[in-house]
């Protein structure tokens, strides 16, 4: 709800979000003091309602300098905090148990299902990389490769609002789509630096949400978690976190929807995504349609584990991109989820299963990547293996990538990226945004 008031001193009328009843704020036209009411004016028309003003509230939502003034100083970096609230592994233990449940006789494939639990990536979850059957063919066409050809920007609105976050300078405004299809229903939390900016004049980061197994979306996680995006935007660039198609909700595998011939909804969603593809390449296009104040040649994607698999994938197939930064990514799905190849069935429920492990995994299309890389790993990450990245790297190297490979010694898989892998890439974004 928003609330439509009239400064006392020269009459401008100005509407605001209902969260800012109560506050202070100063007219951007006569310079009055004012206190934002807790109701609208009775005698206020609607129609006559001006949005934007000044000195930290919104406009339209973030401020934009239209003038030629010097850009504020870029602001202090904020220290990424030690620890992160553990993510379970229960996305991918309902799709098992469900697979299961269906073919519940077969007691060895109950046995390969559970061992494949501990076996497959979560956002912060142990376990060893499988080493499955790499794909030995693939189909002309395939349902990824077509949704990719057939991709057309599905319009999310422009945010209306924005609220400032608690402890920072930076203001975060949410938007929803309500669309059909790859992309139609997405998610997004906008981070904007502080200050008014000039149109184009800021580097831009998208970031996907982390913790899949790699065979279903996220959505976004809660409003007051900001650690792998604030930092960003304290330094002085634009972020967008955006959701992936075919987040896995329930826990119960009775709840788990399917749809009329056993197959699990969520991935089917994913997969027709193409394993977010097609959730990043819409935010690129958001940012270039909505947001005056990217510099449209600096759009950068960055993800951790699930979710820098996305951002690599998207590095093959989004020219846009000024670059790609990745955390621990699982750069080998094919041969980390390979065995599930194997398992009798296993297409009535991941329908096309071969074909999109092959399609979503980064080594498959590394030549591909036309934007520099900067690659993150900790050695002693124990859900994906450090091995895993730097054979990546390597094959990237082999095939012209510009590619940035930073190893570091502890810190697992999910505290090396906070404290020392997102500091790192901010510099690493920053040389390349000049």
């Not at 000039?198 to 976004?220: D, K, R, Y």
């Not at 947001?291 to 996305?310: E, L, R």
Request: charged residues 20%; aromatic residues 8%; negative net charge.
């Amino acid at each position: 709800m928003t609330i439509r008031f009239q400064c006392p001193g020269c009459n401008k009328t100005y509407q605001v979000d209902d969260q800012l009843a109560g506050k202070q704020a100063k007219c951007k036209a006569c310079g009055a003091s004012m206190a934002i009411p807790s109701a609208a004016s009775p005698a206020l028309k609607p129609e006559t309602a001006d949005d934007p003003f000044e000195y930290g509230l919104k406009e339209s939502p973030f401020p934009v300098e239209s003038t030629s003034a010097p850009l504020p100083p870029k602001p202090r970096l904020a220290t990424p905090p030690p620890s992160r609230p553990t993510r379970s592994n229960s996305g991918l233990k309902t799709l098992l148990i469900v697979f299961g449940s269906i073919f519940g006789g077969f007691t060895l494939l109950l046995v390969v299902c559970c061992g494949a639990v501990m076996l497959l990536p979560s956002g912060d979850g142990g376990g060893a990389r499988v080493s499955g059957g790499r794909s030995s063919s693939t189909s002309s066409v395939s349902t990824f490769q077509r949704n990719l050809q057939s991709f057309v920007y599905q319009p999310i609105p422009a945010p209306t609002s924005s609220h400032a976050i608690p402890g920072s300078d930076v203001r975060v405004a949410f938007v929803e789509s309500h669309g059909s299809g790859p992309a139609g229903k997405m998610q997004l939390r906008i981070y904007m630096p502080p200050g008014k900016h000039e149109p184009g004049s800021l580097p831009c980061v998208l970031v996907a949400p982390a913790g899949t197994p790699l065979l279903h979306g996220n959505a976004m996680d809660d409003d007051d978690y900001h650690k792998e995006t604030l930092p960003y935007a304290e330094a002085g660039m634009i972020v967008v976190f955006y959701s992936l198609d075919g987040p896995e909700e329930e826990d119960h595998p009775a709840q788990m929807a399917k749809d009329g011939k056993g197959a699990i909804v969520s991935y089917k969603e994913f997969r027709d995504a193409c394993a977010g593809v097609t959730n990043g390449k819409n935010v690129v296009e958001y940012v270039v349609r909505n947001i005056p104040q990217a510099d449209p040649d600096k759009i950068f994607a960055a993800g951790h584990s699930s979710a820098g698999t996305v951002s690599l994938l998207l590095g093959a197939y989004e020219p846009k991109l000024a670059g790609v930064v990745a955390f621990a990514p699982c750069s080998d799905v094919e041969g980390r989820l390979g065995d599930l190849v194997g398992i009798a069935g296993v297409n009535i429920i991941f329908p096309g299963i071969k074909q999109f492990l092959h399609d979503s995994s980064p080594d498959n299309c590394a030549a591909q990547i036309d934007c520099p890389v900067f690659l993150f790993h900790a050695r002693d990450d124990s859900n994906v293996e450090f091995g895993e990245s730097l054979a990546f790297s390597k094959q990237l190297t082999q095939a012209g990538v510009d590619v940035t490979f930073v190893p570091v010694n502890s810190g697992e898989h999910y505290s090396s990226m906070v404290n020392e892998g997102v500091p790192k890439a901010v510099e690493w974004i920053r040389e390349r945004a000049k």
